[in-house]
């Protein structure tokens, strides 16, 4: 069984960073590749970034492209997002994610398998 923790939310002003991470139980995390999505009140989950098995591709939305960088330590069982530069249309709930290695895409919800209970982040103007 598959568990992923995400911390490291808050409430934050505009220009603020953040940094969140996701900690994944299991002796498999090394072989997937990770995302993190968010989903804002009434809105759809949307991707926000993504990184394969060993970090050397990285994959993010055009809306966070330049501000947030995804990375991983597979020693320690752990993603990383750290945000920079926040605005207030970045506020959501931010999940972590592992994909699907069955699946080809990995910029849609469906594309992951397991999910974290996320995190709030909150940016204020």
């Known amino acids: 069984q598959v568990q992923l923790v995400e911390s490291g939310g808050g409430l934050v002003q505009a220009g603020d960073s953040l940094r969140l991470s996701c900690a994944a139980s299991?002796?498999?995390?090394?072989?997937?590749?990770m995302g993190w999505f968010r989903q804002a009140p009434g809105k759809e989950r949307e991707f926000v970034s993504a990184i394969s098995w060993n970090g050397d591709s990285t994959y993010y939305s055009d809306s966070v492209k330049g501000r947030f960088t995804i990375s991983r330590d597979n020693a320690k069982n752990t993603v990383y997002l750290q945000m920079n530069s926040l605005k207030p249309e970045d506020t959501g709930v931010y999940y972590c994610a592992r994909k699907n290695m069955w699946t080809t895409g990995w910029g849609t919800p469906r594309d992951y398998d397991y999910w974290g209970q996320g995190t709030q982040v909150t940016v204020s103007s």
């Open positions: 299991g002796r498999t995390f090394s072989s997937y590749t």
